[in-house]
């Protein structure tokens, strides 16, 4: 058993480096000038602005369609709101970016300071500093030193990542009283596919709330297939994600039930605990799934724990929050998943500042395996040029994150 486990870790250790060769060779087709590594990069401008003003402002944004319900949590809906930080310094700088913090809290802490003082582009915002003001302290610092963010980040990863479309849920079930049916389901697919997605994350885990358990796993094969069979011939590679709603059984009989369907991963059958997720990751590699990644670690994670499944060759890719996680923990976190061979590709869900945020991961730090794409609009936003082609998306050139407030 020892040595079959350190043959299946070698095997995907090597389809781990073809595709971090792969990513490596797309970025020198978009980059024109050499990338500073983040050690290179002069950081003495940002001691010469301090923090003028914080503000705490609320900003609407909506999704292209209604998303229904997943294995867990009943409809998302359209129509959304969060706040970001705004950051202004002495000399006219502005920096901006999502955050937890509410307006009407006391916001004191950084006024005065400069830039320096509370945030280092080697590493992050310093030791003290609230991780709410992570993205706007990344996005001024950005501004002030005119790189864009992935520059500072070391300039490691590709500048045109694979992207999913992670807005394919239980759809059929909407609206309650006229249920759509699974052709909704497809139709969701196909305009995601029109808009550029060639990997469709798909909502799995039926049999957890919204139907009968042998139906809802019935449900999730078919739509499985489906959309394979609908979509195989545009280039369209399948993740799934149960969140946490199949017990073991449940997830080898999900697997047997799809057959020869490809899957990209298999997200969160269940909630990360060492001998089911060891005993299904042996299960895939005996039985024709040893090329799908196993990824978790986004709901409620234990890092340290986490950590121990990547060591111990169980966990492929991991998939902290990118906002819940923190920015500049993540820059910390990434050496670590790629000493232990671990890919990444931060959980974005939501809206598409976080998309964007993790496009700059993927750019900067390298070692992601795919993005999550949330496709949003807004009035109050100026998302940037980050176009999404072919199944990649693009990260801007412009200083910071490249996106702007708008009024």
């Known amino acids: ?37 983040a050690a290179e990069i002069d950081a003495s401008p940002l001691n010469e602005h301090r923090i003028d003003s914080i503000e705490i402002r609320r900003v609407k944004f909506r999704w292209p369609r209604l998303v229904g319900k997943n294995g867990r949590i009943g409809v998302h809906g359209q129509h959304h709101q969060t706040n970001v930080a705004i950051l202004r310094t002495e000399q006219g700088a502005e920096g901006w970016g999502l955050t937890g913090w509410e307006a009407g809290r ?172 060891r005993k299904l990751r042996d299960w895939m590699h005996a039985n024709g799934f040893e090329k799908t990644y196993l990824a978790d670690g986004e709901f409620r994670p234990d890092p340290k724990f986490c950590l121990e499944l990547a060591k111990e060759g169980i966990l492929d890719v991991n998939l902290h929050d990118t906002f819940g996680h923190g920015f500049t923990r993540w820059r910390s976190l990434m050496p670590k998943l790629v000493e232990l061979d671990t890919l990444a590709s931060p959980h974005a869900w939501g809206d598409r500042l976080k998309t964007h945020y993790t496009a700059q991961i993927a750019a900067g730090l390298g070692n992601c395996c795919t993005v999550e794409g949330v496709t949003c609009e807004s009035d109050d936003i100026d998302y940037g040029d980050y176009p999404i082609k072919d199944g990649r998306i693009h990260v801007p050139e412009a200083p910071g994150f490249g996106m702007k407030l708008i009024g």
Not at 12 to 28: D, G, I, V
Request: glycine share 10%.
């Open 106 to 277: 006391d916001v004191e802490l950084g006024m005065g300071k400069t830039v320096g003082e509370l945030f280092d582009p080697a590493k992050g915002i310093r030791d003290g500093v609230p991780k709410d003001f992570d993205f706007a302290l990344h996005d001024l610092a950005g501004i002030i030193l005119d790189i864009p963010v992935h520059e500072m980040l070391g300039g490691k990863g590709t500048k045109a990542t694979p992207v999913y479309s992670g807005m394919i849920y239980f759809d059929e079930l909407e609206p309650e009283d006229h249920p759509a049916g699974l052709d909704k389901v497809i139709e969701n697919c196909a305009w995601d596919v029109d808009y550029g997605y060639r990997q469709l994350k798909v909502k799995i885990g039926r049999s957890g709330r919204w139907y009968p358990h042998d139906e809802g796993l019935k449900t999730d094969i078919e739509i499985v297939r489906r959309i394979h069979e609908t979509f195989k011939d545009r280039g369209v590679e399948i993740l799934v994600d149960a969140n946490d709603m199949y017990s073991l059984e449940d997830a080898i009989a999900f697997l047997e039930g799809i057959g020869d369907v490809p899957l990209f991963w298999f997200e969160e059958p269940f909630q990360e605990e060492r001998e089911r997720s």
């Open 1 to 37: 058993m020892v040595e079959r486990r350190k043959a299946l870790k070698t095997m995907m250790k090597t389809r781990r480096q073809f595709l971090q060769k792969s990513a490596l060779a797309t970025a020198a087709c978009f980059s024109g000038l050499p990338r500073l590594g």
